[in-house]
């Protein structure tokens, strides 16, 4: 009887200790306002509209590989050759042309009067508004010269911005943006948060709609890493 009277009382404790800790532990609220979420579903509908458009490529391009190994050895050289061009331009490598965007970063204010330096905008700046045009809808990016790919960085030395381990250029600074969907990114970026985070840290943001704009190569050597050729045999 007196074992009931211990289990009984253990577990009734224990119930008890878990109510009082979950009394202690305020609850943690998503304070995300309602643009932050919709900006990340979008986001997040786009990633998945971009999954599925390689899977489809890749499912395509298989097929082309069969195709090609059961008719000739030149159908095959050709495929594989094309998809070289194509990985090429994936990796920023061909330069580019089309549709898009021209950005001029500029002083907000008279030097003159505020005694401010031509700098250019600091790197958080400067991944802040790359992030906003990727969201939108942006194919390709450049900065002044520099062709922003899956390895680009921005960083601060010495309060001096650089973009794939090079400076940017002074003021006025233009981000050309390639894309298919100008119109839309034109109308979202007029009202961006960008425009506001730029004004704030003392830069104009103007964005103009252009039929032409050309997105340059990447020039720099690509360095591989955590990859090894594997010999046959």
């Known amino acids: 009887m007196q074992w009931i009277f211990m289990i009984v009382t253990c577990i009734i404790g224990f119930m008890l200790a878990v109510q009082f ?5 305020p609850v943690i609220r998503d ?61 920023g490598l061909e330069q580019l042309s089309g549709e898009g965007l021209i950005i001029t970063i500029d002083s907000l204010y008279h030097d003159q009067f505020f005694g401010q ?34 390895t680009s960085a921005f960083r601060d030395v010495n309060e001096i911005t650089y973009l794939n381990n ?27 948060a960008s425009l506001e985070y730029l004004e704030i840290r003392g830069f104009s943001l103007t964005v103009e709609m252009v039929d032409e704009v050309e997105i340059p190569a990447y020039d720099q050597t690509r360095r591989v890493r955590y990859m090894e050729e594997v010999k046959e045999g």
């Open 21 to 25: 800790q979950s009394t202690q532990e």
């Open 31 to 91: 304070t995300r306002d309602i643009l932050e979420l919709r900006r990340e579903l979008q986001a997040e509908q786009e990633r998945r509209q971009q999954l599925n458009s390689e899977i489809d490529k890749a499912q395509a391009l298989l097929l082309q590989y069969e195709r090609s190994a059961e008719n000739r050895e030149e159908d095959l050289i050709d495929v594989l050759t094309q998809q070289v061009e194509e990985l090429r331009i994936n990796a």
């Open 117 to 150: 330096s031509k700098r250019t905008p600091p790197s958080e700046v400067m991944r802040y508004l790359v992030n906003e045009l990727n969201i939108y809808g942006a194919e390709e990016i450049a900065v002044g010269n520099e062709r922003i790919i899956s």
């Open 166 to 192: 090079r400076r940017l250029p002074p003021l006025p600074l233009q981000v050309k943006v390639l894309s298919d969907k100008s119109e839309s990114l034109h109308n979202q970026m007029v009202v961006s």
